[in-house]
């Protein structure tokens, strides 16, 4: 999969230069070339600061909450208003922080096409569109995640059906063998406690 992904990159990237250079000329190519990846270099600078300043707020605002968080409701404050304000700037922030980062993958992976996708990505209106398909991406791969790691994984539940008995264990107990799916066996003698005297 990841070598079809690279032999379509380098096919497309080579098309798209093989085209503009044949339209354009070898030096109107070069130029648009170079201010495309500057241009993706600009935006990504500004976008990526201003995402990193979102996600450190909605972290300051979700450790400022869980501190007061009981007091608030106590007294009222936190209403289900303000939970589903904070929890939209935390979900934008998360989902621009991902598109952000897909895009800046694209602006420094080099060729024209792919600086163009990346600028896109970095684009508030580009990501506001792109929002919903992210939630959905993200929903899928938790749900699947879910199901895969639900129920006991690699433990096994044994019951042992028995009754409790009052035996003294004498001499040096020692550890025998494990047996495979019984776990370990102590060996012992058993006998039987002493007798009470009974009091008149």
């Known amino acids: 999969m990841i070598a079809l992904l690279f032999l379509a990159y380098v096919v497309v990237e080579i098309g798209v230069l093989a085209w503009l250079g044949s339209t354009l000329g070898i030096g109107a190519t070069i130029l648009l070339f170079l201010g495309v990846s500057v241009l993706g270099y600009l935006v990504l600078g500004a976008q990526g600061r201003r995402a990193l300043q979102n996600l450190g707020r909605v972290r300051s605002t979700a450790a400022d909450r869980a501190g007061f968080a009981g007091a608030a409701d106590r007294a ?92 003294t264990v004498v001499g040096t107990p020692r550890l025998g063998a494990a047996t495979p799916g019984a776990g370990t066996v102590l060996e012992g003698e058993i006998v039987d406690p002493p007798q009470r005297p009974h009091l008149p």
């Open 76 to 167: 009222g404050f936190a209403g289900a208003a303000d939970r589903a304000g904070f929890a939209g700037a935390a979900d934008r922030a998360l989902t621009d922080g991902a598109l952000i980062g897909v895009g800046a993958a694209l602006v420094l992976v080099p060729g024209p096409v792919t600086s163009a996708a990346g600028i896109l990505l970095l684009l508030p209106p580009t990501r506001a569109l792109l929002r919903p398909a992210v939630r959905a991406v993200a929903a899928r791969k938790v749900a699947a995640a879910a199901a895969r790691g639900g129920g006991f994984r690699g433990e096994r539940l044994v019951v042992v059906d028995g009754e409790v008995v009052e035996h």
